[in-house]
């Protein structure tokens, strides 16, 4: 796929070279030729002209050096064009909220209005969308509350759906010049840009309030980036490799999937200095070069991600239904959040303290018992302690409620001034409802059966007495003499007579448990879900029972002041609650996929459909494009495996620079695709085709390059060259018909035609397909 003109510009760029060495030639002689030997006197008139000519001739060079050259790439630029008027247009229909845009959409909305949110992906996604919804004058008060539901006036549908959709079109032109960076043909490289404009799965996922086409953005971007700053030197290096973490940064902050381009460009990275460790340079200087491409590669991806977690704190600070996810302290340094709480409460827990216990990692659930009993035998047929039932609700309920006492004291009304209890104090935890304390026995709990069951005690009069003694150990404690204090204690409560401390498992009990979370009391102390905190807090006033259910009943809890936590406190935790918050995603829906299924686009979403025709969005591929690139991955995959077996019995099959462009295509979209499609094997958690995009992208890039490849192989081989042009005529047939499918299907990207039956069935083209019908009377 050689072309004519770049073989004419070479050849003038190599006239250019032969004249200016002839015109330094010349300039060599002239200043041999004015050369003087010291003690020959004084330079003659006519050496003091040629001199004089010779400074004039370097200053005129110093002149010319300077220079600005600009260079437009009329290819990038006209794919850019293409790219625009397909994702562009039309773009605010559908008038309505399509798939994700539900979330995305309410996002924004609550960014508009500062309300923390809560979400298991970075935020600098929605945080551009915000920004262009911002821009547009939006007020955040539409409600994003189902599919399906329009959009009113209010809502800058187009600005709002214009970041994805620049992005998406950006995706055009940067494959052009991804596969110009693997040094293909130019032809090779506007045929994968074609292939990336001319697919409908990126269409679709570029036209709606979505993220992936950002992230794939900054992916393409960062690996040109790196791929630029492993083949330049000096300053320039730095400079790409500079921008390219930056982009990398970008890429994982918008979802945590862009780690894995993240992962691609540390290995590009380390294959270029492991290519020059057989260099003649010395281990210093080798070693000097590679700590600092790692410090960058490091340094600022964490800056980016850093920076895009303060600034979403900064822009959330008032209270909002996602912060109980949240630590007791994180809420309570929101705005109007726990502050409504806190209230007035006491700071020190003490002897008849009324006191909510909060597990402090991991799920938001209290420490709950309720008048129902453990039964007498599990399902597997092992005896229960037949005790009231203790676990852990997620919910706020007012048999959350205990009440701190020491074991010597009989009265439950705190003492003036309070008895302070302390790290290290043995207490009981009486249930606040039912006066009943909590308790272990050697007993199996009930679906943990390695752990003790935890209850409180009711006695039968049989012969297993109470077990209700705790000692609290506080972990974040500053001295052995701290006191428990409430929101900011974290504390441990271990059971006297076994040892074991008080732990939510995350298993939830049986519909006898009413499907609520078990608390056992574990032997392995040290471990996370054994740390609680103390989140609402009140003193006992009155002895009598009756009374004390009347208080904490109608205890009433007003917002006020806000506490305060450093931004690194509130980072760290985020993180945390992400990662323990992420397999909390919904499993089972309707559209769900499995990663096996992906290659060969088994299922499709369905994004939207009109409620008044057959008009409807579905995330779908170009089905030509899709299967050629399937199969371009084992093409390569059986190529590369050939070419290793035989280079390894000493059969050379490509010369030095095509080997280095198979093995660059290989290192970088081979590898990049298995790269971003593999870890979802392994993922316990609902996934949808969109997953697969990224991984995607380098497929129809290697498919390109796969083409690239065998019209070499035939080039290059004598008997089949006369098959190349039989080859360019079946690709460009087959090129037609990529173009085909996608304007045949373009009409579920776009969402603005009425569908008959007939038409969804002639798009029907796998059985797996879900298409929806309303039925027209």
């Given at each position: 796929?050689?072309?004519?003109?770049?073989?004419?510009?070479?050849?003038?760029?190599?006239?250019?070279?032969?004249?200016?060495?002839?015109?330094?030639?010349?300039?060599?002689?002239?200043?041999?030729?004015?050369?003087?030997?010291?003690?020959?006197?004084?330079?003659?008139?006519?050496?003091?002209?040629?001199?004089?000519?010779?400074?004039?001739?370097?200053?005129?060079?110093?002149?010319?050096?300077?220079?600005?050259?600009?260079?437009?790439?009329?290819?990038?630029?006209?794919?850019?064009?293409?790219?625009?008027?397909?994702?562009?247009?039309?773009?605010?229909?559908?008038?309505?909220?399509?798939?994700?845009?539900?979330?995305?959409?309410?996002?924004?909305?609550?960014?508009?209005?500062?309300?923390?949110?809560?979400?298991?992906?970075?935020?600098?996604?929605?945080?551009?969308?915000?920004?262009?919804?911002?821009?547009?004058?939006?007020?955040?008060?539409?409600?994003?509350?189902?599919?399906?539901?329009?959009?009113?006036?209010?809502?800058?549908?187009?600005?709002?759906?214009?970041?994805?959709?620049?992005?998406?079109?950006?995706?055009?032109?940067?494959?052009?010049?991804?596969?110009?960076?693997?040094?293909?043909?130019?032809?090779?490289?506007?045929?994968?840009?074609?292939?990336?404009?001319?697919?409908?799965?990126?269409?679709?996922?570029?036209?709606?309030?979505?993220?992936?086409?950002?992230?794939?953005?900054?992916?393409?971007?960062?690996?040109?980036?790196?791929?630029?700053?492993?083949?330049?030197?000096?300053?320039?290096?730095?400079?790409?490799?500079?921008?390219?973490?930056?982009?990398?940064?970008?890429?994982?902050?918008?979802?945590?999937?862009?780690?894995?381009?993240?992962?691609?460009?540390?290995?590009?990275?380390?294959?270029?200095?492991?290519?020059?460790?057989?260099?003649?340079?010395?281990?210093?200087?080798?070693?000097?070069?590679?700590?600092?491409?790692?410090?960058?590669?490091?340094?600022?991806?964490?800056?980016?991600?850093?920076?895009?977690?303060?600034?979403?704190?900064?822009?959330?600070?008032?209270?909002?239904?996602?912060?109980?996810?949240?630590?007791?302290?994180?809420?309570?340094?929101?705005?109007?959040?726990?502050?409504?709480?806190?209230?007035?409460?006491?700071?020190?827990?003490?002897?008849?303290?009324?006191?909510?216990?909060?597990?402090?990692?991991?799920?938001?659930?209290?420490?709950?018992?309720?008048?129902?009993?453990y039964p007498v035998r599990y399902s597997d047929d092992r005896g229960?302690?037949?005790?009231?039932?203790?676990?852990?609700?997620?919910?706020?309920?007012?048999?959350?409620?205990?009440?701190?006492?020491?074991?010597?004291?009989?009265?439950?009304?705190?003492?003036?001034?309070?008895?302070?209890?302390?790290?290290?104090?043995?207490?009981?935890?009486?249930?606040?409802?039912?006066?009943?304390?909590?308790?272990?026995?050697?007993?199996?709990?009930?679906?943990?059966?390695?752990?003790?069951?935890?209850?409180?005690?009711?006695?039968?009069?049989?012969?297993?007495?109470?077990?209700?003694?705790?000692?609290?150990?506080?972990?974040?404690?500053?001295?052995?003499?701290?006191?428990?204090?409430?929101?900011?204690?974290?504390?441990?409560?271990?059971?006297?007579?076994?040892?074991?401390?008080?732990?939510?498992?995350?298993?939830?009990?049986?519909?006898?448990?009413?499907?609520?979370?078990?608390?056992?009391?574990?032997?392995?102390?040290?471990?996370?879900?054994?740390?609680?905190?103390?989140?609402?807090?009140?003193?006992?006033?009155?002895?009598?029972?009756?009374?004390?259910?009347?208080?904490?009943?109608?205890?009433?809890?007003?917002?006020?002041?806000?506490?305060q936590l450093s931004f690194w406190d509130k980072f760290i935790e985020?993180?945390?609650?992400?990662?323990?918050?992420?397999?909390?995603?919904?499993?089972?829906?309707?559209?769900?996929?499995?990663?096996?299924?992906?290659?060969?686009?088994?299922?499709?979403?369905?994004?939207?459909?009109?409620?008044?025709?057959?008009?409807?969005?579905?995330?779908?591929?170009?089905?030509?494009?899709?299967?050629?690139?399937?199969?371009?991955?084992?093409?390569?995959?059986?190529?590369?495996?050939?070419?290793?077996?035989?280079?390894?019995?000493?059969?050379?099959?490509?010369?030095?620079?095509?080997?280095?462009?198979?093995?660059?295509?290989?290192?970088?979209?081979?590898?990049?695709?298995?790269?971003?499609?593999?870890?979802?094997?392994?993922?316990?958690?609902?996934?949808?085709?969109?997953?697969?995009?990224?991984?995607?992208?380098?497929?129809?890039?290697?498919?390109?390059?796969?083409?690239?490849?065998?019209?070499?192989?035939?080039?290059?081989?004598?008997?089949?060259?006369?098959?190349?042009?039989?080859?360019?005529?079946?690709?460009?047939?087959?090129?037609?018909?990529?173009?085909?499918?996608?304007?045949?299907?373009?009409?579920?990207?776009?969402?603005?035609?009425?569908?008959?039956?007939?038409?969804?069935?002639?798009?029907?083209?796998?059985?797996?397909?879900?298409?929806?019908?309303?039925?027209?009377?």
């Open positions: 796929m050689d072309i004519k003109k770049s073989k004419t510009s070479n050849l003038n760029k190599n006239k250019v070279t032969e004249l200016s060495e002839t015109n330094n030639c010349y300039l060599d002689k002239s200043l041999t030729t004015s050369k003087r030997e010291v003690g020959n006197g004084p330079p003659a008139e006519n050496e003091v002209e040629t001199m004089k000519t010779v400074q004039d001739i370097k200053v005129d060079e110093t002149i010319k050096s300077v220079y600005l050259r600009v260079e437009i790439d009329v290819i990038f630029i006209g794919l850019l064009v293409l790219a625009l008027c397909t994702r562009l247009y039309n773009l605010e229909e559908p008038k309505y909220i399509v798939f994700d845009e539900l979330h995305y959409g309410r996002y924004v909305s609550l960014y508009t209005k500062g309300i923390f949110f809560f979400d298991t992906h970075p935020p600098l996604g929605k945080q551009m969308l915000y920004l262009a919804g911002h821009m547009a004058g939006y007020d955040g008060n539409f409600t994003f509350d189902r599919i399906g539901s329009p959009y009113t006036e209010s809502v800058p549908i187009k600005a709002l759906r214009l970041v994805p959709a620049i992005s998406g079109s950006l995706l055009v032109p940067l494959s052009y010049q991804l596969m110009m960076e693997i040094s293909t043909y130019q032809l090779t490289a506007i045929l994968a840009a074609i292939l990336v404009l001319f697919e409908n799965s990126l269409l679709a996922q570029s036209r709606f309030m979505l993220l992936e086409s950002m992230q794939i953005l900054f992916s393409l971007f960062g690996i040109i980036c790196i791929i630029k700053s492993t083949r330049k030197s000096d300053l320039a290096s730095v400079i790409w490799l500079f921008v390219g973490a930056l982009s990398l940064g970008c890429c994982f902050s918008i979802k945590y999937s862009g780690l894995y381009t993240y992962y691609l460009a540390i290995f590009l990275i380390g294959r270029q200095i492991w290519n020059r460790i057989d260099q003649t340079e010395s281990a210093f200087k080798l070693c000097l070069s590679a700590l600092w491409r790692l410090f960058i590669l490091i340094s600022i991806p964490f800056m980016v991600y850093v920076g895009v977690f303060y600034a979403h704190l900064a822009m959330l600070p008032k209270a909002g239904p996602h912060d109980s996810v949240m630590t007791s302290a994180f809420q309570a340094s929101l705005q109007g959040g726990l502050a409504s709480i806190t209230k007035g409460q006491p700071l020190h827990v003490s002897h008849g303290s009324q006191i909510t216990l909060r597990h402090s990692h991991g799920r938001t659930c209290w420490l709950h018992s309720h008048a129902h009993v229960s302690s037949h005790q009231q039932q203790v676990t852990c609700y997620s919910f706020k309920d007012v048999n959350n409620w205990w009440i701190v006492k020491r074991p010597d004291q009989h009265s439950l009304a705190v003492s003036n001034p309070p008895d302070t209890i302390r790290h290290g104090d043995i207490v009981q935890l009486l249930h606040g409802i039912t006066s009943r304390a909590l308790n272990s026995h050697d007993v199996a709990a009930p679906v943990s059966p390695q752990s003790q069951e935890v209850s409180c005690y009711i006695d039968y009069n049989v012969s297993m007495p109470a077990q209700n003694l705790w000692r609290v150990d506080i972990v974040n404690r500053e001295s052995d003499d701290s006191t428990w204090d409430s929101i900011r204690s974290l504390v441990r409560l271990i059971h006297i007579d076994s040892g074991s401390a008080l732990r939510y498992s995350g298993r939830q009990l049986p519909s006898w448990g009413f499907h609520q979370h078990e608390v056992v009391a574990d032997k392995v102390i040290t471990h996370q879900d054994t740390i609680w905190n103390v989140e609402e807090h009140r003193y006992t006033k009155a002895e009598d029972r009756k009374e004390r259910e009347r208080e904490l009943v109608t205890a009433e809890m007003i917002p006020t002041a806000v506490t985020l993180q945390y609650k992400m990662i323990a918050h992420s397999p909390d995603a919904p499993q089972g829906h309707m559209f769900a996929s499995e990663p096996a299924e992906w290659p060969l686009l088994v299922r499709s979403i369905a994004y939207w459909l009109s409620p008044d025709s057959n008009a409807q969005v579905h995330l779908i591929g170009n089905l030509v494009t899709w299967y050629s690139g399937t199969i371009s991955v084992l093409v390569f995959g059986t190529l590369l495996s050939i070419y290793a077996i035989r280079q390894r019995r000493a059969h050379i099959d490509l010369p030095p620079s095509t080997a280095r462009k198979f093995y660059d295509a290989g290192y970088i979209l081979f590898l990049g695709y298995w790269l971003h499609y593999l870890p979802y094997f392994f993922m316990d958690r609902t996934l949808f085709l969109h997953h697969y995009l990224p991984a995607y992208i380098f497929k129809i890039l290697l498919l390109a390059y796969v083409i690239d490849h065998i019209y070499y192989v035939l080039c290059s081989n004598e008997k089949a060259k006369p098959f190349t042009h039989l080859f360019i005529l079946c690709i460009t047939i087959w090129l037609a018909y990529v173009i085909i499918t996608y304007k045949k299907f373009s009409v579920l990207n776009y969402g603005n035609t009425d569908l008959t039956e007939s038409d969804l069935l002639n798009l029907r083209w796998k059985d797996t397909w879900d298409f929806i019908l309303h039925k027209k009377n």
